[in-house]
């Protein structure tokens, strides 16, 4: 990276730390080069500032697992918050920072926007099946599978329509989220916790890392016995906060740095120490 | 003999080898004849009662040498009879306690010195002797006896006698003769037996229900509103019954409803049926416990219960008495009950019917079938069969079961007979597979009537459970999370529409949200017991215990909460513990253990953590009720993460730990565990927090641990007494309160301890709580004041608040546990003269005395032992004893009690009420002195002591020295000089002392070699044993000394 560009990343993150709450300085300078190598890997044409609508489909799909179209459509309309048919940088890492880190408000936030087609500030009884319909399994013996549907509708709105309007204000949703948390992606997944494995974020995640293969990340941390997400928030949160990585290759061997602060215990297993 | 041994004697399972009669009457009256036929045969036959065995028999005995009389050459253990045979070996010889006989003269003259342990004798030595007449007559004679059996050979087996013209073949088969004609009689008389209690078999039973179900519904002809089983699930065998109680003999178990009473819960077992205690409504367990007495069969006892019942019966009579008996003669083939079948149809109400039905019914034999339930499975199929060869017919079996499931009331209609078609649908429906398929749809058409909305929209919320993907399937596992789950009606709905299966399926998805739904609405149903027991048969423990493993502490929790409702039962506990369960819970009790990390990232995860661990340690509790998942939860390691997490700050995580730990008490090696662990410390500290229900627990699990002596010293030292003094003050919450008492009644067993209690006044607040209070509390109350009692100081302290008059006025309850306490207390009051006049005053010893009749042994004991101080101190005890109308025969009959402790402490009241000379001479007349006599062959040292105290005080009148003597009692008590026990040795030696003022004791103690034992006594620091040692000696010497001088002079 040229100097000018490195200073004006720097510049960048600067500004946007001051903004994120979830992610510090150094964290969002990973995520911008991460951005950019994005960024150079699906557009082919150069000089545009953003990830287009397939580009982005494509990310959502093969890092976070995400299948329904729709929905995926409804994430990049969330996540292009100036409408201009691009995720620029500043969008990406507001984006992520809900995505991964965002505390359940953010979260409900996002959520509704994306269920909320329309953007009208609710989501309508027509909204509702239009994002279930392909939720039931056609039944052959049912005479209308639309029928389930408007039913399954029904019963959403029931649950969760409080103020008994017919649809779903942010309010409703919110309070309903709020009495159970399961019904935060009520109308389908749009948030990378639910089925992403913590192995593919790894992948991603450690190309926050540009001076460490990410397999040896990933090795380490199945060796860590991480095995949820909260905990590889730790790791990598400790990580950051001592701002040089966990493990450092010498010669073909690789060292632990300092394992006791994590709350971690098991060792190291010899079978990737050997690389 | 042999064979009606091997047929007809009832051997318990313990295997062949080691089998042991059971105590049967059977076996009872069998023994009785032969030891009849044994003992006469000495003098009826007496030539072939000098046959020697081939092999001796051989058994361990309970004689003793001392009861040989003459005849016998007896030499210390060992005795041997004057008579041999001819290679010179004694036809009997004993030695130890290991007897061997080879003449039925010997066995008879045996028997006669058993006297009264004659049948214990022949049941030992059939016990031993398997194959008596193999041993008696050798291998080849029994090959003649048991040809014998058969009618044709008897002459041959004449002629053959004729051949042998040696003598002693020739007694052998008379012998032989003699034998068998003793095993026909007995053949005889137990067939007779067994044709009395006709047993019960799963298929009776089976039958029986399901002609009475079909004789059941609403309406007034019906004989009854219902009859069910109480579990669906039927084993290979036929039973319905857990298979723990199939040991029991135990079949099934059925709900009935009559028309005129209430619910009544009958278990049928082989023997009979009895009714039982029914459904437990909190662990929905049945109460095994019989209640009534057993009737033969099912209809014999409804007919007892319900008026109506044998009303409407008697109805049906013929058809039913045709059944039953039927049924008693089911031993023959069944090919011969089916021929007989087709001249039943006459006697039944199929004889109404046009003859059409009639021609066809018979045919089919399938109306027998109906009105006969003894089919047994193979008649059955062959039965259906038959319908299905015969298919042209236009009624075939599945047209008419739809007619069933249209016409739901026509089952009960069909019971009058009236209509032809009825009857038909009842014809078909015999041959259906099952009599569970048949139930379902019953059941559901039941409550089609007046079912709640509730239900249809529940079953359309689990059509989408089935049907939905994830975000379907979480919408409707929020929806249904909005019905009241703790509504029955709810909670069985789900089960009914096939809910249960889709939540545990959703289970193993992999999607957790999935998981997390579902796992919140089985914790909410597994409330219900008939939902518990569901979720078990579909298997879903398994996978709950899986889930413990996952990642996701929000799973973990439920799954362990989840469990913690399940596994209320029996069978759901070792279903979790198979599948090691127990292991992974205990793990979970580790999450609450990394609080020491300062970052602050952590303390939300902490709080996850914390209830992870609280979860594990609610599932604990539930499980740990059965006895092996203690054991398994010690194993796992689980007392120390107890015991640590015991010192966590979080209340709500304690009461489970402590509910763990209380429970786990009650084993051996956790109380060690416990003392190690130094869990008492924390339990001590949790007494004084604020939340009733953790105090209620600690307290409880106090009074578990406290049978421990050093236990008991820890409380105290970690001042544990006063904050359980302090709680006595708040007697609002009983539960608490009992827990409470019983760990102050527990501790008070020290003596450290009592003092402690005093300077709190624990006492006065002890006495002021004996009054309105619920029974577990006062049994606990009056326990720890029987405790304090010991100390006379406590005793006064009892007088003066006026504790004795409530301990007197308990004295006419009815709980046993109480009463053993009471009685305790009462005794131990009692010590003190001042408080043996209140006692007096309000009858105490009346009450005690008429709680000798108390049916329970532990009762009568504590009555016995409470009973002696008061007649100790009483003014004028000997009146007071006399006025209680057959007290004293009530008291001399209790020494034929078996119970040890009874025998014990009904020694020691006799001990005190023979100090009056007048009551000495009532018990003799009552027989005392024999009755004190057949108790002395006793190892009990306990026992020993005050038996011989009483034969001591028992010789002060008239001849009863010399009876003693007689009845033999002075041999075995001199072996009690070598007891270990001192105060058997004091006890006994007086009683020797009393006993050698006749001089034929003396000798006999002389013959015991009382003498060398008593000279060791002499030296024995006790003055008592000393003085009475030698007085015993003295008067033996006497005697020798007499002896010499009449011979000299």
Redesign the interface.
């Known amino acids: 990276m040229f100097p000018a560009n490195r200073r004006r990343m720097q510049k960048l993150a600067e500004s946007l730390s001051k903004t994120s709450k979830h992610f510090n300085k150094h964290e969002i300078e990973c995520l911008i080069k991460h951005f950019h190598t994005l960024l150079e890997e699906t557009i082919e044409k150069q000089g545009t500032t953003g990830i287009d609508r397939n580009a982005f489909r494509n990310i959502l799909h093969t890092i976070f697992g995400m299948t329904d179209d729709m929905i995926m459509d409804r994430v990049f309309r969330a996540f292009d918050r100036d409408n201009d048919g691009f995720v620029n940088v500043t969008e990406w890492v507001a984006g992520l920072c809900v995505f991964l880190r965002g505390s359940l408000e953010e979260k409900m936030k996002y959520c509704f926007d994306v269920y909320d087609l329309n953007a009208d500030g609710f989501i309508s009884r027509e909204e509702m099946f239009h994002?279930?319909k392909?939720?039931?399994?056609k039944?052959p013996s049912e005479e209308d599978p639309d029928e389930?549907i408007k039913?399954?509708v029904d019963?959403?709105l029931?649950?969760m329509d409080h103020d008994h309007d017919g649809k779903l204000s942010f309010a409703d949703y919110e309070m309903s989220v709020r009495e159970?948390a399961?019904?935060l992606?009520?109308?389908?997944?749009c948030l990378p916790e639910?089925k992403v494995p913590w192995e593919i974020k790894m992948i991603w995640y450690s190309h926050l890392f540009e001076d460490l293969p990410y397999f040896i990340v990933i090795h380490a941390i199945k060796d860590f016995n991480i095995?949820?997400e909260?905990e590889a928030d730790?790791c990598f949160?400790l990580i950051f906060v001592s701002g040089t990585p966990l493990f450092s290759p010498i010669q073909g061997m690789l060292t632990i740095w300092s394992p006791v602060s994590l709350?971690l215990q098991k060792p190291v297993s010899s079978s990737w120490v050997q690389i | 003999m042999g064979v009606a041994l091997t047929r007809a004697a009832q051997w318990t399972t313990a295997g062949f080898g080691a089998g042991t009669l059971e105590l049967t009457p059977l076996n009872e009256s069998l023994l009785k004849d032969i030891v009849k036929f044994v003992e006469s045969f000495g003098t009826k036959y007496p030539q072939e009662a000098e046959f020697v065995f081939k092999e001796s028999l051989q058994w361990p005995t309970t004689l003793e040498p001392s009861e040989f009389e003459a005849g016998y050459v007896v030499s210390g253990t060992t005795v041997k009879s004057e008579e041999n045979s001819k290679d010179g070996e004694p036809l009997l010889f004993l030695s130890g306690s290991d007897i061997r006989v080879s003449s039925f003269g010997q066995l008879s003259r045996l028997l006669h010195f058993a006297k009264d342990k004659k049948l214990k004798e022949a049941q030992a030595c059939l016990e031993a002797n398997r194959d008596p007449i193999m041993k008696i007559l050798g291998a080849a004679a029994q090959g003649i006896v048991e040809k014998e059996e058969d009618d044709l050979t008897a002459i041959r087996f004449l002629d053959k006698m004729k051949k042998d013209e040696n003598y002693e073949n020739n007694l052998k088969t008379k012998i032989s003769l003699l034998l068998q004609q003793l095993d026909m009689n007995l053949l005889d008389s137990s067939l007779k037996n067994i044709s009395l209690e006709t047993r019960l078999s799963p298929a009776s039973i089976k039958n029986d229900v399901d002609l009475l179900k079909r004789f059941s519904g609403e309406g007034e002809q019906t004989v009854l509103e219902s009859i069910n089983y109480t579990s669906d699930f039927e084993f290979a065998n036929g039973c319905r019954a857990p298979p723990w109680r199939q040991m029991q003999g135990e079949i099934c178990y059925l709900t009935v409803k009559p028309h005129d009473c209430d619910f009544i819960y009958l278990t049928c077992s082989t023997a009979g049926v009895f009714v039982n205690g029914g459904i437990e409504s909190d662990t929905e367990e049945i109460n095994y416990e019989r209640c009534s007495e057993i009737y033969k069969d099912l209809v014999s006892i409804l007919r007892e219960k319900s008026a109506k019942f044998s009303e409407n019966i008697s109805k049906q009579q013929h058809s039913f008495f045709g059944t039953k008996k039927k049924e008693k003669k089911k031993k023959r083939p069944p090919v011969i009950e089916a021929e007989e079948i087709p001249n039943l149809p006459q006697t039944s109400a199929v004889s109404q019917k046009s003859p059409s039905v009639k021609r066809r019914m018979v045919r089919k034999l399938e109306p027998s079938l109906k009105w006969t339930s003894s089919v047994t499975p193979q008649e059955k199929q062959d039965s259906i069969k038959e319908s299905q060869e015969e298919k042209s017919l236009p009624t075939t079996t599945d047209k008419t079961k739809s007619i069933i499931s249209t016409t739901s009331t026509g089952r009960s209609h069909s019971l009058t007979g009236k209509s032809s078609i009825k009857v038909e649908d009842l014809i078909s429906e015999s041959s259906s597979e099952s009599e569970e398929e048949d139930e379902q749809p019953d059941r559901h058409q039941e409550g089609q009537t007046d079912l709640p909305s509730e239900y249809w929209q529940i079953q359309?919320?689990v059509k989408?459970l089935k049907?939905?993907?994830?975000?379907?399937t979480?919408?409707?596992?929020?929806?249904m999370?909005?019905f009241n789950l703790s509504q029955e009606t709810c909670q069985l709905a789900i089960r009914d529409v096939g809910g249960l299966e889709v939540l545990i399926n959703l289970l193993e998805t992999d999607?957790?949200?999935c998981k997390?739904?579902s796992l919140k609405i089985l914790k909410e149903i597994s409330h219900n017991p008939q939902i518990r027991r569901t979720i078990v048969d579909l298997g879903g423990l398994p996978i709950m215990v899986d889930i413990l493993d996952s990642?996701?502490k929000n799973l973990k929790c439920l799954a362990a909460e989840t469990i913690a409702n399940v596994a209320k039962f029996k069978r759901a506990r070792r279903t979790v513990r198979q599948h090691g369960g127990i292991k992974k819970l205990v793990e979970l009790l580790d999450y609450a253990q990394?609080k020491t990390?300062p970052v602050h990232?952590?303390s939300m995860?902490e709080i996850k953590d914390v209830e992870v661990a609280r979860c594990g340690a609610l599932a604990l509790w539930s499980c740990s009720k059965s006895h092996a998942n203690k054991e398994a939860i010690r194993k796992a390691g689980g007392i120390p993460r107890l015991a640590r997490l015991l010192k966590s700050p979080h209340q709500n995580m304690l009461i489970p730990v402590v509910g763990t730990l209380q429970e786990c008490a009650s084993e051996e090696h956790y109380r060690a565990s416990i003392k190690a662990e130094r869990i008492i410390e924390s339990l001590v500290k949790n007494l004084s927090s604020e939340n009733e229900v953790l105090q209620e627990h600690c307290a409880m699990a106090i009074y578990q641990c406290a049978e421990d002596e050093e236990t008991r010293d820890l409380v105290r030292q970690h001042g544990g007494l006063k904050p359980l003094a302090s709680l006595l003050n708040n007697t609002d919450n009983k539960k608490r309160l009992a827990a409470v008492t019983g760990a102050i009644w527990k501790c008070a067993i020290s003596k450290e301890n009592v003092t402690k209690f005093r300077e709190f006044r624990t006492i006065e607040t002890l006495v002021g709580l004996l009054t309105d209070q619920p029974e577990e509390v006062l049994v606990n109350v009056v326990g720890a004041l029987g405790e304090c009692c010991q100390e006379p100081e406590n005793r006064a302290i009892i007088r003066r608040c006026g504790g004795i008059q409530p301990l007197v006025n308990l004295l006419v309850g009815t709980n046993q546990a109480l009463l053993v306490n009471v009685t305790k207390a009462v005794g131990a009051c009692a010590a003190e003269p001042e408080s043996m006049t209140i006692i007096d005053r309000l009858d105490g010893v009346r009450l005690l005395w008429s709680l000798l009749k108390n049916p329970h042994p532990d009762v009568k004991a504590s009555a016995a032992w409470a009973l002696c101080p008061c007649i100790e101190n009483a003014k004028d005890a000997g009146e007071m004893v006399r006025s209680f109308v057959g007290g004293l025969e009530l008291v001399v009959n209790l020494l034929k009690s078996e119970n040890k402790e009874v025998l014990a402490s009904v020694c020691a009241a006799i001990t005190n009420i023979a100090k009056d000379q007048e009551n000495l001479a009532v018990i003799t007349d009552h027989g005392v002195v024999p009755l004190l006599s057949k108790l002395a062959n006793t190892n009990n040292d306990k026992l020993r002591r005050h038996l011989a105290e009483a034969i001591s005080r028992c010789c002060m009148w008239g001849r009863n020295r010399i009876a003693f003597g007689e009845h033999k009692a002075v041999a075995p008590l001199v072996r009690y000089l070598k007891s270990k026990d001192t105060d058997v040795h004091r006890a006994t030696a007086q009683a020797l002392y009393q006993l050698s003022e006749d001089a034929n004791n003396c000798i006999t103690m002389h013959e015991n070699g009382a003498v060398k034992l008593l000279l060791d006594m002499v030296g024995s620091p006790d003055e008592v044993l000393q003085e009475a040692a030698a007085g015993c000696i003295a008067n033996i010497r006497r005697l020798a000394l007499a002896t010499e001088k009449a011979r000299y002079s």
């Open positions: 994002m279930l392909n939720s039931l399994l039944q389930g039913d399954l019963i959403t029931k649950k159970e399961l019904l992606e009520a109308f389908g997944p639910s095995v949820n909260a730790i949160g709350p | 359309k919320l989408y049907g939905g993907n994830q975000t379907a979480v919408i409707a596992l929020c929806s999370r909005d999607d957790v949200k997390i739904g990642p996701d990394s990390d990232h952590h995860y």
